[in-house]
Nanobody, 117 residues
């Protein structure tokens, strides 16, 4: 699976951004998709994911602010990020895995999100 992420940028506190990730190589509707992020000095953490059946999961500190969605017709994953905080500053990665697998094993190149006050 090849993943191409885009949409990062610089915003002020309280602003919004939408990340996109286009996937190719496998039938998009049959794979789980997720967004991870990593800040300097920390490990990559799962932000949100959406399974092939549409079920979603979010890390607690983005619930109510971020929305993950997928458009199977466009082979595209989205992350709508609202009410951004400085602590959301990170490199965001999209990832994919086959349903039933524990770990995400395909990764996009990352896109930088910077939130400034």
């Amino acid at each position: 699976v090849q993943l191409q992420a885009s949409g990062g940028g610089s915003v002020q506190v309280g602003g919004s951004l939408t990340l996109s990730c286009v996937a190719s190589g496998k039938p998009f509707r049959l794979i789980d998709m997720g967004w991870y992020r990593r800040t300097p000095g920390s490990q990559r953490e799962l932000v949100a994911d959406v399974q092939d059946d549409g079920n979603t999961n979010y890390v607690d500190d983005v619930k109510g602010r971020f929305t993950i969605s997928r458009d199977n017709a466009k082979n595209t994953l989205y992350l709508q990020m609202n009410s951004l905080k400085p602590e959301d500053t990170a490199v965001y990665y999209c990832a994919s895995k086959a349903p039933g697998y524990t770990s995400y094993n395909y990764w996009g190149q990352g896109t930088l999100v910077t939130v400034s006050s």
